[in-house]
């Protein structure tokens, strides 16, 4: 297992002046400025931010704000979010506009909608887009297929689903949007799920989904399995980070602690999901850290900024990453302090920078899979 302790949070003097700056910075612009920060971020950021989330509540926060600056530390596709659910008015940052996802690149638009066409004639299924409203629960006993997105992809993809009666989801709430999919789509229906094949699959054994009624497609080659009867067909997309994590890893922490326990995200494989005590997204993960008694040895299969973090929380429990690698997120690692207090200096000059827009022809759609998102509990 990795030790956290190489995860040290204390700051340099150039660390600390760029800190001390940053909050100089952030009192001027006062009310004008939110600045949200994901999990996955780094403690020198994360200090920063006024709210620290997952993709899901970040979402809900940046709809609920009326700062003028909202300031994301985090990945694309999460402040392209946050631009389509805020008002034109308000302004959307990336401090580090190379700061993408290596999942969401995984499907693209052209990929899609090839696959969707390809997918529709091979299975008979019918398109939501031909329904008035494709969003409600369907009564015409025909089976539909349902697009689903994962938050992590571009915003012309959640456009896309919004457009053909789908919905965005996030780890939080994968099941519950899974379900109001299936309504959607009929019994008979099915549905596409981009672009994280293992939190679609996870989520549909959870669920008690056959894992052969979902065929995983892949663009170029089609579908691994049967379309016809299928219930989700799985992009074949994946997170490098947690695909790191692996069974052997769990019987080695289980063998040196036999009395320790196991939680990992669900955008890590089956197989290691499987062998788990528990899974589910990072909230999930730092509820279930902070519950365990006193005492707990507990690995957990996910980012290592917040499991580094978890285990400063928890100095009374022995908090251990899985993989014997450091293994942060490079992209989010992207988002450096001197980035940030770099867009804070142009705001004050009066200068925008690094400004997420989301064309507005993309907004409608991605608005509608966005809000059908948030209206769904878990
Ligand atoms: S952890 Fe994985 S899914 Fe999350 S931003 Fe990084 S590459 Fe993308």
């Not at 689903?148 to 965005?168: P, Q």
């Not at 988002?335 to 925008?352: F, K, N, Q, S």
């Amino acid at each position: 297992m990795c030790s956290v302790d190489f995860m040290d949070n204390t700051l340099s003097m150039e660390e600390q002046a760029i800190a001390d700056r940053i909050q100089e910075l952030k009192a001027e612009l006062g009310e004008d400025l939110l600045i949200l920060g994901h999990h996955y971020q780094r403690d020198s950021i994360v200090m920063h931010a006024d709210f620290l989330g997952d993709s899901f509540m970040l979402s809900q926060k940046a709809a609920e704000s009326s700062a003028k600056y909202i300031v994301f530390c985090g990945v694309h596709f999460m402040a392209e979010s946050a631009d389509i659910l805020t008002d034109n008015d308000q302004h959307v940052i990336l401090p580090n506009l190379r700061a993408g996802c290596s999942m969401a690149d995984m499907a693209t638009l052209n990929e899609v909608e090839i696959a969707w066409k390809e997918i529709l004639d091979q299975s008979g299924l019918h398109d939501p887009i031909d329904r008035e409203h494709p969003e409600e629960p369907v009564n015409d006993g025909k089976a539909y297929l349902v697009p689903v997105t994962y938050m992590n992809s571009s915003a012309d993809l959640k456009d896309f689903v919004g457009r053909h009666g789908g919905v965005v989801c996030t780890s939080s709430n994968a099941e519950g949007v899974l379900n109001w999919a299936f309504e959607r789509a009929g019994p008979e229906g099915a549905v596409l799920f981009f672009p994280d094949q293992h939190l679609g699959r996870n989520t549909g054994l959870a669920m008690g989904i056959a894992e052969d009624r979902m065929p995983t497609w892949t663009p170029g080659m089609g579908a691994m399995g049967e379309l016809k009867g299928s219930r989700i067909v799985l992009w074949h997309g994946f997170c490098s980070v947690h695909k790191r994590f692996t069974p052997q890893q769990i019987e080695d922490f289980r063998q040196e602690h036999p009395d320790g326990v196991v939680v990992v995200h669900p955008e890590c494989p089956k197989a290691t999901v499987e062998l788990a005590d528990t899974y589910g997204s990072t909230q999930y993960i730092r509820n279930y850290v902070a519950g365990l008694p006193s005492g707990s040895k507990v690995a957990i299969g996910t980012e290592i900024n917040m499991v580094a973090r978890l285990a400063r929380e928890h100095p009374d429990k022995l908090v251990e990453c899985l993989d014997d690698e450091i293994c942060p997120c490079s992209t989010m690692y992207m988002i450096h302090p001197a980035y940030l207090m770099d867009v804070l200096e142009r705001l004050v000059d009066g200068e925008i920078p690094n400004q997420i827009v989301v064309p507005e022809d993309v907004q409608a759609g991605s608005l509608m899979a966005l809000n059908r998102m948030l209206a769904i509990l878990k």
